[in-house]
């Protein structure tokens, strides 16, 4: 029978191969992102296809690739916005990186501590606060139960 500080050593070892398995697959899906922009911008997807009049869209669909065109079009916005510097920041979020893609005028790397360490509520307080809109510390919440608040974006329940 396990005892609880084994059970302890599994549940900590067992997590620490799945961060080590994320790390390594975001560090892939950056490494690919950088292929699919040099393929996009160049056309190369044609070539691969074997057609002149291929489309972006054929390429993605493939198996081998099946990636969406929402997801490349993200991926690429973030590649776009930060270049070899996205190396760096493996360990936030895509939903982060993008939120923070589309700021101006901002510190990044402050912006990429707080992806870093801001609970989900936390993060999008901060990002209406960044663009002065109303967040839940200064609502009323004028809303039904279960919904999200037409004045501040909070989802709350009655």
Same mark, same amino acid.
């Given at each position: 029978?396990? !005892?609880?500080?084994?059970?302890?050593?599994?549940?900590?070892?067992? !997590?620490?191969?799945? @961060?080590? !398995?994320?790390? $390594?697959?975001?560090?892939?899906?950056? @490494? !690919?992102? /950088?292929?699919?922009?040099?393929?996009?911008?160049?056309?190369?997807?044609?070539?691969?296809?074997? &057609?002149?009049? $291929?489309? =972006?869209?054929?390429?993605?669909?493939?198996?081998?690739?099946?990636?969406?065109?929402?997801?490349?079009?993200?991926?690429?916005?973030?590649?776009?916005?930060?270049?070899?510097?996205?190396?760096?920041?493996?360990?936030?979020?895509?939903?982060?990186?993008?939120?923070?893609?589309?700021?101006? &005028?901002?510190?990044?790397? @402050? =912006?990429?501590?707080? $992806?870093?360490?801001?609970?989900?509520?936390? =993060?999008?307080?901060?990002?209406?606060?960044?663009?002065?809109?109303?967040?839940?510390?200064?609502? @009323?919440?004028? =809303?039904?139960?279960?919904?999200?608040?037409?004045?501040?974006?909070?989802?709350? /329940?009655?």
């Amino acid at each position: 029978m396990e !005892n609880k500080e084994q059970r302890g050593e599994e549940g900590f070892h067992l !997590n620490k191969k799945i @961060e080590q !398995n994320e790390l $390594a697959r975001r560090s892939l899906l950056i @490494e !690919n992102t /950088k292929y699919l922009d040099k393929i996009l911008k160049k056309k190369l997807y044609k070539e691969i296809l074997g &057609d002149d009049k $291929a489309e =972006w869209v054929a390429y993605l669909a493939q198996i081998e690739v099946f990636y969406t065109r929402a997801k490349v079009r993200k991926l690429l916005k973030i590649f776009e916005k930060f270049g070899d510097k996205i190396s760096e920041v493996i360990d936030i979020p895509i939903t982060r990186l993008l939120d923070i893609s589309q700021l101006n &005028d901002v510190d990044f790397n @402050e =912006w990429f501590e707080k $992806a870093r360490v801001l609970t989900s509520r936390d =993060w999008r307080i901060e990002l209406r606060k960044l663009k002065n809109l109303p967040t839940s510390d200064d609502c @009323e919440h004028k =809303w039904q139960p279960y919904q999200i608040c037409k004045v501040c974006g909070e989802k709350m /329940k009655a």
